[in-house]
């Protein structure tokens, strides 16, 4: 069966169903062991035992960016190519994008106070984070706002596009000003700067909590198809009593 078959929400609820269980229990293996490894890193020799929070501070910095690509890749199939799980999975991936944005936010300032001596700087990096936090608060929001299913989704799709431009501005924001924020250290044009023992670790964690995010994901979206099929009976159910 070809991968495009699972655009069909049936398909897609059993192939989910069957995948979840697994799909968390190896998100919690990789996470438990990525966070015991972190707790046996050694302490950085400028920041002492602080650095840790990089763990999972820099995780929640790439998938608030890597969330927000995901819209963008829904709302091309919402607007372009009409996909039939494109606005379930753009749905299903804002507030969980949100959450990974705010704890992004709130990890980077419980680590900024110690080093910088504030929870928060007007930072070209954490402002242009700030901003996409409330880009993912716009599109709930947004949805909310409007009714219409179909027209909540086209609308959230078209901000989504519009606000994508703050994803690189985010990414390369500590390259373009001068900020506090430190430069990137593991993506980068010479080699990761950060020492082997606290870098795997590091790494071991973003795919613990990228495993989290797609387990979010999926339980979402499935749980969106559910929703929609038992408001789609309803309705046919108060129809057919009022026809009666």
């Known amino acids: 069966m070809a991968i495009m078959d699972y655009a069909n929400p049936t398909r897609f609820l059993g192939l989910a169903g069957r995948v979840l269980p697994w799909l968390a229990a190896l998100t919690a293996a990789v996470l438990l062991v990525a966070l015991w490894l972190a707790f046996q890193a050694p302490a950085d020799y400028q920041q002492g035992e602080t650095v840790k929070i990089m763990y999972i501070h820099v995780p929640f910095a790439w998938l608030a960016m890597a969330g927000y690509t995901a819209l963008a890749v ?9 996909h039939p799980l494109a606005d379930v999975a753009h749905k299903a991936m804002a507030p969980i994008g949100a959450v990974f944005a705010f704890l992004c936010l709130l990890t980077g300032s419980l680590w900024g106070r110690p080093m910088w001596g504030t929870y ?26 409007i009714e219409d299913a179909g027209q909540a989704g086209r609308a959230a799709a078209v901000l989504t596009l519009v606000g994508f431009v703050n994803v690189p501005i985010v990414k390369f924001s500590v390259d373009w000003w001068n900020t506090l924020h430190q430069p990137a250290s593991v993506f980068r044009m010479g080699g990761p700067t950060i020492d082997p023992s606290l870098l795997w670790p590091l790494l071991l964690s973003a795919v613990g909590f990228t495993l989290l995010m797609v387990t979010l994901h999926l339980a979402a979206m499935r749980n969106e198809i559910l929703r929609r099929r038992l408001r789609a009976l309803e309705a046919r159910a108060a129809a057919e009593a009022a026809f009666a």
């Open 74 to 82: 829904s709302a091309l199939g919402i607007l372009v190519w009409r």
């Open 120 to 145: 928060w700087v007007w930072d070209a990096r954490l402002t242009s984070m700030l901003v996409l936090l409330l880009l993912y608060l716009g599109l709930l929001a947004l949805r909310s706002a």
